[in-house]
């Protein structure tokens, strides 16, 4: 096997007197273990590449017994700077990196992750992004880009496009909406379901849609924040399995 893909770097470590280990993400493989020997020797084979937040082009392959995959060498295309400068955007950065980390992607699910992530790493270091809207924005877009994309703007029952009018629910399980007459006429959501306004049912079908740059300059109310990002968190536990709890993600 030797392969070229491009990757980012979520972690290295360091063992004997100039081996690494690198934690990898890439679009086809998912996130795995390498080894790059003499990697914190080679000036040559690896500048710049073996630093966390690096997006690499690295030319791999594996060992004799096929057992763990060697770095060849890299080309580094990015080091993200300005991310890795401010503690603040790091901070952020490595909240979705854990994240992506605690869904144990699969590698058919790992192109949606790894582009989301770039994304928003570039979107952190033009200067956008803030605490208040990354992590949860982050969760949301990669749990309805894995495949669960809820339709937020019409009733999952009878099909009618979502109004002004109040009274509908939004059921967890399916991700499906349901209008004040169907829920009257007796139809109810099966499992999890929660009260939402029109003003959240816009709200996540705006994320749905959006990309990483859009969150640069988001403007979201109070009120319609807070309820959007609940319903995020109770959207991803249930079907990602996950919940945050004491800065680490918690299997739930
Ligand atoms: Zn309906």
């Known amino acids: ?5 491009k990757a980012l770097v979520l972690k290295v470590g360091r063992f004997r007197e100039s081996d690494c280990w690198v934690k990898l993400l890439t679009p086809t ?3 795995f273990n390498a080894f790059a020997f003499g ?5 040559r ?5 073996l630093d966390p937040l690096s997006h690499v082009l690295f030319t791999f392959g594996a060992n004799k017994t096929g057992t763990y995959i060697v770095l060849a060498e890299g080309s580094l295309l990015h080091n993200f700077p300005g991310v890795r400068t401010d503690p603040v955007k790091t901070g952020l950065a490595v909240n979705c990196i854990k994240f992506v980390e605690a869904i144990e992607i699969d590698p058919s699910d790992a192109r949606p992750a790894y582009e989301l992530l770039l994304e928003t790493l570039y979107m952190l270091e033009k200067g956008g992004g803030n605490s208040d809207f990354v992590p949860w924005l982050f969760r949301a877009k990669l749990a309805f880009e894995m495949g669960y994309k809820p339709d937020f703007l019409s009733c999952g029952i009878c099909g009618k496009s979502v109004t002004v009018q109040s009274g ?6 399916k991700g499906q909406v349901a209008c ?5 006429g007796g139809k109810p959501l099966e499992g999890l379901a929660r009260p939402i306004s029109t003003g959240v049912l816009r709200a996540l079908d705006w994320i749905q849609s959006s990309q990483p740059a859009d969150w640069a300059k988001v403007v979201m109310d109070r009120e319609v ?3 959007s990002s609940q319903l995020v968190e109770l959207f ?3 079907h990602l399995g996950l919940s945050w709890d004491n800065g680490m993600y918690k299997k739930v």
Do not use: D
């Not at 990697?39 to 000036?43: A, F, I, N, P």
């Open 1 to 5: 096997m030797n392969a070229t893909e």
């Open 29 to 31: 493989r998912g996130i």
């Open 39 to 43: 990697g914190s020797r080679s000036r």
């Open 45 to 49: 084979r690896f500048v710049g590449c």
């Open 168 to 173: 509908y629910q939004f059921g967890v399980e």
């Open 180 to 184: 004040q007459t169907c829920l009257s």
């Open 225 to 227: 924040r807070r309820q």
């Open 236 to 238: 991803v536990a249930y």
